[in-house]
């Protein structure tokens, strides 16, 4: 499957439901082939950012930064703070192991910036492991193998532009939680321009 054909997937089943669960359920099947993608291989999707601890590779998103799609690489060992989304999720696992650890809110999310968050579960995606979030869920995600791990994310909207949190379980802080997006078409350039020199 191609990223247009399934962007083209992606657009059809968002006009047609807008249940986070109806539209997860639709679009898992879809991610779980795409992941398979020759198009997913090139080597600049797996670089990590290091002071970030895992780099963000954006495949595609709409105008309106709608359906956002990724490929993420974590360096060993690294990782997100525990966040929400803010907008339906579907994460497959492509190579190495990360581990998810999601929490509970115990408080009302009344108090701007107060969080009180307790430990619910955890488990750990190999590949072609599937995890689907919602808009309120809160998750923490961490590279616990030797090597990189990579994973395919599709949200329904980019996550930097959802408003979402991150959080502070211990001092039960919110505050807002953004990522870095790596410029890969700079990326792309600096590659061209190598094997030209080479
Ligand atoms: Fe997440």
């Known amino acids: 499957?191609?990223?247009?054909?399934?962007?083209?997937?992606?657009?059809?089943?968002?006009?047609?439901?807008?249940?986070?669960?109806?539209?997860?359920?639709?679009?898992?099947?879809?991610?779980?082939?795409f992941a398979q993608s020759p198009e997913l291989l090139r080597p600049e999707y797996r670089e990590c950012d290091a002071e970030q601890g895992f780099g963000v590779h954006m495949l595609h998103e709409e105008p309106n930064?709608?359906?956002?799609?990724?490929?993420?690489?974590?360096?060993?060992?690294?990782?997100?703070?525990?966040?929400?989304?803010?907008?339906?999720?579907?994460?497959?696992?492509?190579?190495?192991?990360?581990?998810?650890?999601?929490y509970d809110r115990r408080d009302d999310g009344g108090k701007p910036g107060y969080a009180d968050l307790k430990r619910s579960g955890e488990q750990v995606m190999t590949a072609g492991d599937i995890a689907c979030c919602y808009p309120e869920h809160?998750?923490?995600?961490?590279?616990?193998?030797?090597?990189?791990?990579?994973?395919?994310?599709?949200?329904?909207?980019?996550?930097?532009?959802?408003g979402r949190s991150?959080?502070?379980?211990?001092?039960?802080?919110?505050k807002p939680y953004v990522v870095r997006v790596a410029d890969d078409a700079h990326a792309r350039a600096q590659i061209l321009t190598k094997r030209r020199i080479s």
């Open 166 to 174: 991150e959080f502070d379980v211990e001092r039960k802080l919110e």
């Open 138 to 162: 809160i998750h923490s995600v961490r590279n616990v193998g030797k090597d990189i791990s990579i994973s395919l994310h599709t949200y329904g909207r980019h996550i930097n532009y959802t």
């Open 65 to 102: 930064h709608d359906l956002a799609v990724f490929l993420v690489s974590w360096l060993p060992d690294r990782g997100t703070t525990p966040h929400n989304h803010k907008t339906w999720a579907v994460v497959v696992g492509i190579e190495g192991q990360e581990q998810e650890v999601n």
């Open 1 to 33: 499957m191609t990223l247009d054909q399934y962007v083209c997937d992606l657009r059809e089943i968002t006009a047609r439901h807008s249940d986070p669960v109806e539209i997860t359920d639709l679009v898992v099947p879809l991610a779980r082939k």
